[in-house]
Each structure stands twice: as structure tokens, then as C-alpha cells.
């Protein structure tokens, strides 16, 4: 089963399914049913170079049907993209090296007030503009997080 060609990313992507009903004794893993692999032949736009990929997954629920898992993969993607890009593409998070303590989880957790508050006061600037003139609002800002009012749009 093939979807239909998708457009996203500056790329068109195509991806295929297919399914492999096993027994837990052949793979060697307890309560796995069913091996899906997700083929994607994607074509970017622009310098016309062809790519291939492809992912197996491994369920425990026997005669899933294709288009739900193409879904559910889709979904588990949509993540990533939503949240961990730009994290990363932003505050650069991969690459921080933080041990001590709870520094970690209160980085995370500044990073995620400052992600939240971008999308719902400013969804249409980048993310580093609107950092740069948070800094110099930041009491505004500051103030919105302290009242727990709803976040609007500030000018």
C-alpha cells in the first residue's frame, strides 16, 4: 500500500507499508505480533536528488490495519518536529552539558515556558526575533507568566 504523494520540507515524499505477521518465539521478543516497515522515496525539490528510506517497527497487536499505522507513525513524527526541532534549532538543547543537580530539568522547563510563549503571543515571527525582543520586554513577559492569565498577542 502506497499514500498518496505528499509535499513537505521542500521535498515530495511517497511512502509505502508493508506488514510481516510473526511469532514472538521467531523474533525472540515477548508479545510481538506484527513487523511493519514504512518505506519513503522522497524527491527535494530543488536539486531533483532522489532519497530513499526505511523504518521497521515492531507491535504487539496482531493484523494492525496499514493506513492506521502510516497514521500513527505520522503522528509519532509530528512530535518531533513540533517540539524537539525547535528546542534544538533554537536553544540549541542538544548540545547543552548540563550535569549537576536539577539544572537539566530547570533549563528544560525555562525552555518550554519560552517555546509556549512564542507560539501563543508571536506565532509568526522566528523564534530567535522574538527572543531578541523578549529580552528587552521581559518584565511583560515575566508579568503574563505571573498573573496565569491567558496569553494573547502583545504589542
Given amino acids: 500500500m502506497y499514500t498518496p504523494c505528499e509535499l513537505s520540507h521542500g521535498r515530495i515524499d511517497r511512502r509505502g507499508i508493508r ?14 505480533r506484527t ?8 524527491t527535494d525539490k530543488k536539486s531533483n536528488g532522489q532519497t530513499k528510506g526505511r523504518r521497521l517497527f515492531m507491535l504487539d497487536t496482531p493484523h494492525p490495519p496499514p493506513a492506521h499505522l502510516l497514521t500513527s507513525v505520522r503522528r509519532r513524527w509530528n512530535v518531533e518536529n513540533k517540539n524537539h526541532h525547535p528546542r534544538d534549532a533554537t536553544f540549541l538543547e542538544d548540545k547543552a552539558r548540563c550535569r549537576k543537580g536539577n539544572t537539566t530539568a530547570n533549563l528544560a522547563l525555562l525552555r518550554g515556558i519560552c517555546l ?6 508571536s506565532p509568526d515571527t522566528p523564534a530567535p526575533a522574538f527572543i531578541a525582543r523578549t529580552q528587552k520586554k521581559l518584565d ?16
Avoid at 506488514?19 to 510481538?32: H, M
Avoid at 509556549?116 to 503571543?121: D, F, P, Q
Avoid at 511583560?140 to 504589542?155: C, D, E, F, P, S
Fill in 19 to 32: 506488514t510481516l505477521q510473526v511469532d514472538p518465539l521467531q523474533v525472540n521478543f515477548p508479545c510481538i
Fill in 35 to 42: 513487523i511493519v516497515e514504512i518505506v519513503r522515496d522522497s
Fill in 116 to 121: 509556549n510563549l512564542w507560539r501563543k503571543t
Fill in 140 to 155: 511583560a513577559y515575566i508579568g503574563v507568566i505571573g498573573r496565569n492569565q491567558r496569553l494573547t498577542k502583545m504589542q
